[in-house]
């Protein structure tokens, strides 16, 4: 069965680093979806500079003026497209569109704000500290704190664009530095050796969890993307209790943000074996190696109905912040 929508406007490309992985999404999307006899346009998201967005912004309004859809379909990764811009647009020309509100979109995607709202929900995180351009890295406290190896990363990329693996305090300074290259805020933190998983969120609904298991030393962008060789368990092999304990979290993670529709959850087990929340994804990928597809596949949903579902979680709510501030009062306790 069709979607309710006549036409249905899919939304790919943007400026940010991710642009050639957000076409593969949206190729995706418009490609099952056509398939399937959907009504579809697909919307290119022109590139601009990070200090031209105003520019970027009067493009797309015109954009918006020449066509005429009933929803927007955002498979727009990175800034401008997972940072609440593009879709405070949409909610200023009274388009739906998929996923989650602009502030919620903003909280996710930047991590230094997304983790001092998962501590004040009591949701693990990793250790970490903050850094900006001024930094001394003789007075970085994580390194008294813990034994290499680091964490480098950029507060707002996604996709593990400028993420470095530190080894030794040798290769700290250069790590900051191509971390700082994307963004002007850096996140230092505990490498986490254990496991790494990802639980998408569908609705009110924890899909499948996934074990990554990558054959470079990190997940990183080419293991993401390029590396045939990388293992996904699905549903991840998990004792009952972990897996219930993994599925809370993740609830709280994207309901602390506000989120709403669907994300994609983040986490890695410490040498303890319990979990810390990395990252909520609020577009998370959509190509034929993406983890929220392989996630609903697992759940008996094919890639068209995954697709539908999320147009159907869409909302005419413009001006008003999607998604709700709840989380679940069960208390998380490490036995």
Excluded at 56 to 83: M, V
Excluded at 277 to 286: A, F, M, R, S
Aim: aromatic fraction near 8%; charged fraction near 25%.
């Amino acid at each position: 069965m069709k979607s309710k929508f006549k036409k249905i406007g899919v939304l790919m490309g943007g400026p940010s680093e991710e642009r050639e992985i957000s076409f593969q999404s949206g190729k995706a999307v418009s490609n099952v979806l056509k398939k399937n006899d959907e009504d579809i346009v697909e919307i290119i998201i022109p590139k601009c500079k990070f200090r031209k967005q105003d520019e970027l912004k009067k493009k797309i309004y015109k954009i918006f003026s020449k066509i005429n859809i009933d929803i927007g379909f955002i498979a727009l990764h990175g800034w401008f497209g997972e940072d609440g811009q593009v879709q405070s647009i949409l909610d200023d020309l009274q388009i739906p569109y998929t996923g989650s509100g602009p502030v919620a979109c903003m909280k996710a995607l930047n991590k230094v704000t997304s983790r001092s709202i998962f501590k004040k929900f009591d949701i693990p995180v990793p250790d970490y500290e903050i850094l900006d351009s001024n930094y001394n890295i003789s007075n970085v406290n994580i390194l008294t704190n813990h034994k290499f190896p680091l964490v480098v990363k950029p507060s707002n990329q996604g996709s593990s664009i400028g993420l470095s693996i530190v080894k030794n305090l040798n290769e700290l300074d250069a790590a900051i530095k191509k971390a700082l290259k994307y963004d002007s805020c850096v996140i230092i933190e505990e490498y986490l050796s254990g496991k790494e998983l990802t639980a998408g969120i569908l609705g009110d609904e924890v899909l499948p969890i996934i074990e990554i298991i990558p054959k470079e030393k990190f997940y990183n962008f080419k293991a993401k993307y390029k590396d045939v060789t990388t293992e996904y368990i699905v549903p991840a092999k998990l004792s009952q209790r972990l897996e219930n304990i993994i599925r809370d979290i993740s609830f709280k993670a994207h309901y602390s943000l506000g989120c709403s529709g669907f994300s994609r959850v983040d986490i890695k087990l410490d040498k303890n074996g319990y979990p810390r929340v990395l990252e909520v994804n609020t577009i998370p990928g959509l190509t034929a190696k993406s983890l929220l597809p392989k996630a609903a596949k697992a759940a008996g949903i094919s890639f068209y109905d995954l697709c539908k579902i999320i147009l159907g979680y869409a909302k005419n709510n413009f001006g008003i912040e999607r998604g709700t501030i709840y989380v679940k009062k069960k208390e998380i306790k490490k036995e």
